[in-house]
């Protein structure tokens, strides 16, 4: 209901009913909303997706929401889309009451809104021409692989199985088959663009300086989705 809808109806029911507090009772107690009448960005934010992506939107399991690049890149628009789709075949569920979720419209909208006013820094690559979102050019799988050695071999390995820094700090395989059947092509271009801040992962500028280009990203999401397999979740025999 709206604000004005409450006005009136609150005035009808004093009108009709008489039905304000008695001088020295107690007042009415914390106004409890219905879970659907909830439009505040913290609360619904906590409830709903700290679980996943962390409390502040980082240091989560899922993706970092609270990261300016990824923010900046993603946009508005991408955040409700998600919010409200879900990714089919990860753990990302769909939130619209539309597709089977608790939410309305109007919350998904105040989440999206929130996490770039919260979050978002305006401008904040304005200028670097960054790859897009979605991934709009077809890759090339040897071409990736190539691309990942000279980009990605350093932490994860020549062939994503992972590596021992000499400090003790490991990086696990990127290519677990587990791994790779419940994320999907676009969480691996997302984790690309913007990496892992809170992890020390570059995003996609990289700590070289020549960032990669819209196709060598495309590329590596190619050649790291090749190695998913045919049945993806079931274990495959090549794979360590
Ligand atoms: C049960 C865990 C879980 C919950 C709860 C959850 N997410 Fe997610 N979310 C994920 C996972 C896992 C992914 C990556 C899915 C994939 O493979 O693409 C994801 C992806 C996303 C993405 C897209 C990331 C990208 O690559 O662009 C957005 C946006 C997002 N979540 C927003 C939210 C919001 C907002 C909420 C709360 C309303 C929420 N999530 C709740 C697990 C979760
Ligand atoms: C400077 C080191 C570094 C570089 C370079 C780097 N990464 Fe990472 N990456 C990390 C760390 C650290 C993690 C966290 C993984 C862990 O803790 O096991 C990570 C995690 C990931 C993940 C898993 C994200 C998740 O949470 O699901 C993917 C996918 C990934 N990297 C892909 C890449 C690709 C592709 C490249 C090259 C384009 C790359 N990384 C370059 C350090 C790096």
Redesign the pocket.
């Known amino acids: 209901m709206t604000f004005k809808g409450l006005s009136v109806l609150l005035a009808t029911c004093f009108f009709l009913l008489g039905c304000g507090r008695a001088p020295g009772r107690p007042g009415p107690g914390p106004q409890v909303l219905r879970p659907e009448q909830e439009l505040n960005f913290a609360t619904l934010y906590k409830a709903n997706c700290a679980g996943c992506h962390g409390a502040q939107g980082n240091h989560g399991?899922?993706?970092a929401l609270s990261n300016p690049v990824y923010l900046a890149i993603a946009g508005e628009g991408v955040l409700k889309e998600v919010t409200s789709r879900g990714v089919h075949g990860s753990l990302m569920p769909a939130f619209a009451k539309s597709s089977g979720g608790t939410l309305t419209d109007q919350q998904i909208e105040v989440l999206a809104h929130g996490m770039v006013q919260a979050w978002g820094k305006p401008n904040l690559l304005a200028a670097q021409n960054p790859p897009t979102y979605k991934a709009l050019l077809s890759g090339d799988v040897e071409r990736g692989h190539q691309?990942?050695v000279a980009?990605?071999?350093?932490?994860?390995g020549a062939n994503?199985a992972?590596t021992q820094k000499s400090g003790g700090?490991?990086?696990?395989?990127?290519l677990d088959p587990s791994?790779l059947a419940l994320?999907s092509d676009q969480?691996?271009r997302s984790?690309?663009l913007v990496?892992?801040p809170d992890?020390?992962?570059?995003d996609?500028r990289?700590?070289s300086a020549t960032p990669?280009t819209d196709q060598?990203?495309t590329d590596?999401?190619a050649w790291?989705v090749s190695q998913r397999g045919p049945a993806a979740g079931q274990p495959y025999p090549n794979h360590p």
Do not use: N, R, T
């Open positions: 399991a899922a993706i691309q990942f980009s990605c071999a350093s932490c994860h994503g992972g700090e490991k990086i696990g395989s990127i791994y994320i969480a691996l984790f690309i990496g892992l992890q020390g992962m570059p996609w990289s700590d990669m060598q990203v590596v999401v790291m």
